[in-house]
């Protein structure tokens, strides 16, 4: 069954602080994997996007690595600023259907507190 | 920022009313998506399209029917709402890219509560 899990569920941070959040996937065949912020009352935003061969990619502050091999993923933020205060969900498609089918994980509730 | 719009971003009806949610884009994208998300979940895909004309049920039932006239325009439409309905409805759409898996835009949701 194809899943998504990430980890931990909701997470409290002082503002400047690092942090790293963890997504583990049994999606297959894998194409590629996203991170997206959705801010509360919004729709998602891409953060990242990596596909097999890749195993890091940055954007400002935000950096993902994936591991193909053992199936998992994270997003570190560095130096995190209020604003970082959202939802950060982990998205694999499956290259396996015409559509490129989307699963999502339940993400992770990040507070960045002053 | 993506050019995809939902209206009502907020909407409280009564069990039984028959409600439309709106979604817009102005990309230009052949793919359009509806999700369904409720507090603390994950997204669940509930309709998608291909292209005018072409409709087609995601992973999750729903109720909910869809229509596909005009590139730019993909409605959802409840004819008897009731509380179980009570959801955070989100559509997106993505760019005609071979092989699928493009990224998808959102719009910012429409938050529907059914008394």
């Known amino acids: 069954k194809n899943q998504v899990e990430q980890s931990p569920q909701s997470l409290i941070i002082l503002e400047g602080k690092n942090c790293t959040l963890q997504?583990?996937?049994?999606?297959?065949?894998?194409?590629?994997l996203r991170w997206y912020k959705q801010d509360t009352g919004r729709g998602p935003v891409s953060l990242t996007i990596?596909?097999?061969?890749?195993n890091t990619k940055s954007n400002g502050r935000y950096t993902a690595t994936l591991d193909a091999d053992t199936k998992q993923s994270s997003l570190h933020i560095t130096a995190s600023q209020l604003s970082d205060s959202a939802s950060y969900i982990c998205?694999?498609?499956?290259?396996?259907?015409?559509?490129?089918?989307?699963?999502f994980g339940r993400g992770t509730q990040l507070t960045v507190w002053p | 920022e993506a050019d995809i719009y939902q209206t009502p971003r907020y909407l409280v009806i009564g069990t039984g009313k028959k409600i439309t949610l709106e979604c817009s884009q102005t990309?230009?994208?052949?793919?359009m998506y509806w999700y369904q998300q409720d507090p603390g979940m994950e997204l669940h895909l509930i309709h998608y399209s291909y292209g005018v004309n072409s409709t087609e049920k995601g992973d999750l039932s729903s109720e909910s029917t869809v229509s596909r006239i005009r590139t730019e325009h993909f409605p959802l439409t409840l004819e008897s709402a009731r509380p179980s309905h009570t959801s955070q409805y989100l559509c997106?759409?993505?760019?005609?890219?071979?092989?699928?898996?493009?990224?998808?835009?959102f719009g910012p949701g429409t938050r529907l509560t059914v008394l």
């Open positions: 998205v694999v498609t499956d290259r396996g259907s015409t559509l490129g089918r989307l699963y």
């Open positions: 997504c583990n996937y049994t999606v297959s065949p894998f194409s590629n």
């Open positions: 997106a759409s993505s760019p005609p890219l071979a092989g699928g898996g493009d990224t998808q835009y």
């Open positions: 990596m596909t097999f061969s890749e």
């Open positions: 990309m230009g994208h052949d793919k």
